[in-house]
């Protein structure tokens, strides 16, 4: 198994990045936050990773933390759940939030994120409510934040969809005013803004 992966970062695509190193260049598909948090290419980069082999094809899934792939690795002992539905998930917030929304049984929030139905969110709730390490975690996301977070996942693909990179978008929405209302035209412009494109 091939546990980390130390390297040059060389392209950050839609849901993956390219890591060079020793003359090898690795395709590492990864979760938005670590798009997000990767760099520039040319920087260097570090990741945790797990292989996954199939009959078919051999590919290689990074971390920015051992939380994030233990995670993942727990998601992928969910009946009906695949690389793809976990990665989605990871994608799809703050690790806590996310772990706090299985603790919780907050299956409404879990069943947003795209490919997971209600009936996959309510058996991943099921079979990992009792796994996860529950220290620390927040109490149950409250409605307004849970738009919020859905809106800047929005806004996110759309700046991606508009040519900018994820980190760009993920900057974007960073240095977003905390009073921001929670509009996606609103948002957009102000993000734009933070280019110099409006």
């Not at 040059?8 to 849901?15: K, M, P, R, V």
């Not at 978008?169 to 977003?176: C, H």
Request: proline content about 6%; overall charge negative; hydrophobic content about 50%.
């Amino acid at each position: 198994m091939i546990a980390s992966l130390r390297g040059t970062l060389q392209h950050i695509g839609a849901d993956h990045l390219v890591v060079e190193t020793g003359g090898v260049g690795f395709l590492v598909f990864a979760p938005r936050p670590v798009l997000g948090a990767a760099g520039a290419p040319g920087d260097p980069i570090f990741l945790h990773t797990l292989l996954i082999v199939r009959e078919d094809a051999l590919s290689l899934y990074g971390f920015a933390t051992l939380e994030q792939r233990a995670l993942f690795e727990s998601l992928l002992a969910v009946t009906g759940v695949g690389p793809r539905v976990a990665l989605s998930l990871l994608s799809s917030g703050d690790l806590d939030e996310i772990r706090a929304a299985i603790a919780h049984g907050d299956t409404a929030r879990l069943a947003r994120v795209p490919g997971i139905g209600k009936k996959t969110a309510e058996r991943i709730v099921l079979e990992l409510k009792g796994k996860l390490d529950l220290a620390g975690l927040p109490a149950p996301v409250s409605g307004a934040a849970a738009a919020t977070s859905a809106i800047n996942r929005d806004l996110a693909d759309l700046l991606v969809s508009l040519g900018y990179s994820p980190a760009e978008a993920a900057a974007a929405i960073a240095a977003l005013p905390a009073n921001v209302p929670d509009d996606l035209e609103e948002r957009l412009r102000l993000a734009l803004r933070h280019f110099g494109g409006a």
